[in-house]
């Protein structure tokens, strides 16, 4: 089993930025990458950045160059940096965890983002 933990969303301006941050426990040695996705209203859930053991990284279009997803010193903790953000970016964010062998992904609780003026 793996629980996950974000942190991190609020109401932000047009242009401004927000940290997400996500801290996993557990059985953490099972992990094999981590991410991040959102969904807006009347929107299906939808994937931002995930970021795999190796730190490889792979963003949707629409946040590339803005968002950034990196893992903190604890590899089980990762963040999300989102930058110039856009009231398209309005959406309730979930942290994603993958493990090693058949079993279902892990989902955190969700953190709201509103951007907005």
């Known amino acids: 089993q793996v629980q996950l933990v974000e942190s991190g969303g609020g109401l932000v301006q047009p242009g401004g930025s927000l940290r997400l941050s996500c801290a996993a426990s557990?059985?953490?040695?099972?992990?094999?990458?981590m991410g991040w996705y959102r969904q807006a209203p009347g929107k299906q859930r939808e994937l931002v950045a995930t970021i795999n053991s190796g730190d490889s990284t792979n963003y949707a279009d629409s946040v590339k160059g803005r968002f950034t997803i990196s893992r903190g010193d604890v590899k089980s903790t990762v963040y999300l940096q989102m930058n110039s953000l856009i009231p398209e970016d309005t959406a309730v964010y979930y942290c994603?965890?993958?493990?090693?062998?058949?079993?279902?992904?892990?989902w955190g609780q969700g953190t709201q983002v509103t951007v907005s003026s």
């Open positions: 557990g059985s953490i040695f099972s992990i094999y990458a």
């Open positions: 994603n965890a993958v493990v090693n062998g058949p079993f279902p992904d892990y």
